[in-house]
């Protein structure tokens, strides 16, 4: 929903706190396998909900991001790189001026032909909240086999069953990142969005007219971790670039996905004028050179090929206030 506000320091004492203590962040994943009880936590369960981008008073033009990740096989990783440099992100978001009241939605993706919990999207969060999120996460690692997972189930769900105040108030998109190294089906099947979404439809839908509908809000990327086996297949590059061209990014080190997200925003908002400076607030900002280089290098394409937008302001943020041990969980 969005109403909170983002506290770096706190959210650092978290993450100190779970150092310290050696806690894992993800305490739901935790307790499903503990208890051996395999099921969608409550609030990360989308069946029959709608999630919600508002603004407020505090957050007057919310920007909506979805960010939901495949966590079957290899893609494991992924959550944990998105928990311990979610505070880079919102820093370098908020205080370089990338955008000023980001609202990020965090969920998961599998495979609903053969897992259990194929499906879970959180809430549009400004605040703490989005950590939250993340630790409810519940980390099947399963898959099917077959080289695809249901996507477009995530993608039907982005289209239909969310509502964004800086599209429908501003005409605005917001942005959605997939994640992920294998193919989307060709076909959002209809008995899967009943089971897992709780919508009635009268027939399977074609995954290239979900990806319209997608587009019709979102700015929509999807990021291949290309240091897999299965992100390095032709058939799985091939794929994706013949439903969303060069929005389709090669990343060679998933643990700079963080940046990555952050220089596409800041391209399509306009204020990063190209890759060089992208590279450069990366850097000034104390992250990671080789980090900033694969982000850089994902977004090479998009970047040569993307429609003059036009510049706005951006704030600072010194390399001083910036943290270098990412406290990986």
């Keep these: 929903m969005g109403y909170s506000k983002w506290n770096n320091n706190a959210y650092q004492s978290r993450q100190s706190h779970r150092k310290k203590n050696n806690q894992t962040a993800f305490t739901y994943d935790k307790h499903v396998r503990s208890s051996g009880v395999v099921q969608v936590h409550d609030e990360m369960n989308p069946y029959g909900k709608v999630r919600e981008s508002r603004d407020s008073v505090d957050h007057p033009s919310s920007l909506s991001i979805g960010v939901l990740f495949d966590v079957t096989g290899s893609m494991g990783t992924v959550p944990r790189v998105l928990q311990t440099k979610l505070g880079s992100l919102m820093r370098l978001l908020i205080q370089k001026g990338y955008v000023e009241h980001p609202q990020i939605l965090f969920g998961a993706i599998g495979d609903a032909y053969t897992d259990r919990v194929p499906l879970q999207i959180?809430?549009?969060?400004?605040?703490?909240?989005?950590?939250?999120?993340?630790?409810?996460?519940?980390?099947?690692?399963?898959?099917?086999?077959?080289?695809?997972?249901?996507?477009?189930?995530?993608m039907y769900f982005m289209a239909h069953n969310t509502s964004i105040d800086c599209y429908e108030k501003r005409g605005k998109k917001g942005y959605l990142f997939t994640i992920g190294d294998e193919k989307p089906y060709k076909v959002v099947r209809k008995d899967h969005i009943q089971k897992h979404i709780g919508s009635g439809v009268e027939q399977d839908i074609p995954t290239k007219e979900v990806v319209k509908a997608v587009q019709e809000k979102y700015e929509y990327f999807h990021i291949i971790p290309a240091n897999?086996?299965?992100?390095?297949?032709?058939?799985?590059?091939?794929?994706?670039?013949?439903?969303?061209?060069?929005?389709?990014?090669?990343?060679?080190?998933?643990?700079?996905?963080?940046?990555?997200?952050?220089?596409?925003?800041?391209?399509?908002?306009?204020?990063?004028?190209?890759?060089?400076?992208?590279?450069?607030?990366?850097?000034?900002?104390?992250?990671?050179?080789?980090?900033?280089?694969?982000?850089?290098?994902?977004?090479?394409?998009?970047?040569?090929?993307?429609?003059?937008?036009?510049?706005?302001?951006?704030?600072?943020?010194?390399?001083?206030?910036?943290?270098?041990d990412d406290g990986r969980l």
């Design 228 to 324: 897999t086996y299965h992100g390095r297949k032709s058939d799985v590059q091939d794929a994706w670039r013949n439903l969303l061209g060069e929005r389709v990014l090669l990343l060679e080190d998933e643990t700079a996905v963080c940046e990555t997200i952050a220089l596409a925003i800041g391209l399509c908002e306009g204020v990063v004028d190209d890759l060089y400076d992208g590279i450069d607030d990366l850097v000034d900002s104390g992250y990671d050179a080789n980090s900033a280089q694969t982000a850089s290098s994902a977004l090479k394409t998009y970047a040569s090929n993307r429609q003059p937008v036009l510049a706005m302001g951006k704030g600072t943020l010194s390399a001083a206030n910036a943290v270098t």
């Design 122 to 154: 959180g809430q549009f969060e400004s605040g703490l909240e989005m950590d939250d999120d993340l630790g409810k996460i519940f980390l099947e690692g399963n898959g099917g086999g077959q080289v695809h997972e249901t996507y477009e189930l995530g």
